[in-house]
């Protein structure tokens, strides 16, 4: 998974010096800011499993001794 921030992506797009209505094509094409939500939704939810799954091993544990 490539970890890469909304901002980060901005900073990149200013750096190459686009012309600002380029700039704002691109970042629209690419419509970033809904691509990077569902990301950190999906990352939220990944943990958010993961969490789970590690506590009921830990029940399971717990309850075997």
Do not use: A, C, G, Q
Request: proline letters at 0%.
């Amino acid at each position: 998974m490539v970890n890469v921030s909304y901002s980060s992506v901005n900073e990149m797009l200013d750096h190459w010096k686009f012309k600002k209505s380029m700039r704002n094509r691109i970042k629209k094409s690419f419509n970033l800011e809904r691509l990077f939500k569902t990301h950190e939704k999906y990352r939220d939810l990944e943990s958010t499993v993961y969490n789970n799954i590690k506590k009921r091993e830990e029940k399971e544990k717990k309850s075997k001794k």
